[in-house]
């Protein structure tokens, strides 16, 4: 075998090494933690293209997660609509009934809630959508009744109802009830009094109540976000949220 035939095989078999150590690192950044990484940083299409790739339960939960996120900060309308049940149906194609895990059921109630919001409450409860929000976060609440998102999705639920039918009717009709609301959202400032994103998922709750005791608590807990440095892209938008919440509260 000549020098140069020899040069050439070792090439050869060099060329298809390096692309195999390439192929090889890029899927093995591919992974879940990779995705939350570019969620982190604002890239929330890579991050859902990414947790797509993976067949894990983990990366199916946050892959429905980061698609309701991305479409409430991003998306309007029937695109948002249309988003939300993608994310919904991620979660429906997981045997729900087969798991234990409360931020499946989480999801599934974030994307649906999500989506009544867009059709309009009411529309929502006359849908029975309201109906089904409650039932994956009772089912989340059962695994852990200490889960910060299950209790504040749990209090927004109360929440909503009693704003859109106030309170008598809320409690009458659908049994909404403005103490259970506020039950479930002192459970979840609790855990979740360092995030800012639940800090202004509360005040938004408290703000829904309507109460004076209500508005006193959503401008305490506005605040208190605001002292909380961003360290996430999405932190950023809420906090550009809880402004334009404060100047409703205050006007």
């Known amino acids: 075998m000549g020098t140069y035939t020899k040069k050439v095989i070792i090439s050869f078999f060099l060329y298809f090494f390096i692309l195999f150590i390439f192929c090889f690192q890029k899927i093995k950044s591919e992974n879940l933690d990779f995705a939350k990484k570019e969620f982190l940083l604002g890239n929330y299409e890579s991050a859902i293209d990414i947790s797509s790739k993976l067949n894990d339960l983990d990366s199916k939960i946050f892959q429905a997660r980061a698609i309701s996120v991305y479409a409430y900060f991003f998306l309007k309308d029937e695109l948002a609509k249309d988003k939300y ?51 994956y976060i009772d089912k989340a609440l059962k695994i852990d009744d200490s889960h910060t998102l299950a209790n504040l999705s749990k209090g927004m639920w109360h929440a909503e109802i009693i704003n859109q039918a106030g309170k008598t009717l809320a409690k009458v009709l659908y049994g909404a009830n403005i103490k259970k609301a506020r039950n ?52 950023k938008l809420y906090k550009n949220k809880a402004i334009k919440l404060q100047n409703k509260i205050t006007s």
């Open 85 to 135: 049940l993608e994310a919904y149906e991620i979660i429906k194609n997981v045997s729900l009934e087969e798991t234990k895990n409360a931020d499946l059921y989480i999801e599934a109630a974030h994307a649906l809630g999500r989506y009544g919001q867009k059709i309009g409450i009411m529309s929502a409860i006359t849908e029975g959508i309201a109906d089904r929000v409650k039932r």
């Open 184 to 235: 479930h959202f002192s459970k979840a400032y609790k855990s979740g009094k360092k995030e800012i994103s639940i800090l202004y998922e509360l005040s938004y709750g408290y703000y829904l109540l309507g109460e004076n005791e209500d508005l006193i608590l959503a401008k305490k807990y506005l605040k208190e976000l605001s002292l909380i440095a961003t360290k996430a892209h999405i932190e």
